[in-house]
């Protein structure tokens, strides 16, 4: 089956199972099952054997998955060969340490550059990324089609139609403003108090069995 017509809840979990699978090569076994990957990946055995079954990449009963197999397939279908870079707009403390992490454990996706106003970190490196000043966004950007955005909210609108403008195509936003965007841009919103939020209410009305 197409990618384009796997679910968009089947699409998210992708790296999730990539991440187990590549870990579980590395300590080199050979063949997992849906329980274990399971238990790993917290998502029930029927969902992922679904997931799966739009790939096409069944396992054998009383077997499992051949681990190979699927890290190769999932490692093409996420494009893990080929690098996206992406521009870090904010770099304030969560931007900071997002310089530091740069997705370390993904092979596919890099922050080559940031913008900020702070004096004291334009014109520096922080983690060896080159840090610029928010006005030279169109001078800077380039070819990157996709940005972090970790600005105040007050910024967000602003800098998106700026981003929005040099080409970018997809933004992870951690701001909680509501950003307007054309068809074409998809943003995926992370507002860390909403999540930590929820959390705690899951925790009250929902304990999880010990």
Do not use: C, W
Not at 94 to 111: E, P, Q, S, V, W
Not at 138 to 164: C, H, M, Q, W
Not at 188 to 200: R, T
């Amino acid at each position: 089956m197409a990618t384009n017509k796997i679910p968009q809840a089947t699409a998210k979990r992708l790296p999730l199972y990539y991440r187990f699978l590549n870990n579980l090569n590395h300590q080199g076994k050979t063949r997992v099952s849906s329980k274990e990957l399971s238990e790993a990946v917290k998502v029930d055995s029927a969902t992922i054997r679904r997931d799966f079954s739009y790939f096409g990449a069944l396992g054998k009963k009383g077997y499992g998955y051949n681990v190979e197999y699927l890290l190769g397939f999932f490692r093409k279908t996420l494009d893990q060969d080929e690098l996206t870079e992406v521009a870090l707009i904010g770099v304030g403390n969560l931007g900071t340490a997002f310089l530091h992490y740069n997705f370390l454990r993904n092979n596919n996706t890099k922050i080559v550059k940031g913008f900020d106003t702070n004096s004291n970190k334009i014109g520096t490196e922080i983690a060896g990324i080159p840090i610029y000043h928010i006005d030279q966004l169109k001078e800077k950007l380039g070819d990157v089609r996709v940005a972090i955005l970790t600005v105040p909210s007050a910024a967000a609108e602003e800098l998106t139609e700026t981003l929005v403008s040099q080409g970018i195509e997809g933004i992870l936003n951690f701001t909680p403003a509501r950003i307007s965007v054309p068809d074409h841009v998809r943003v995926h919103h992370i507002d860390l108090s909403v999540e930590l939020q929820a959390l705690v209410y899951f925790l009250k009305h929902y304990p999880l069995k010990a």
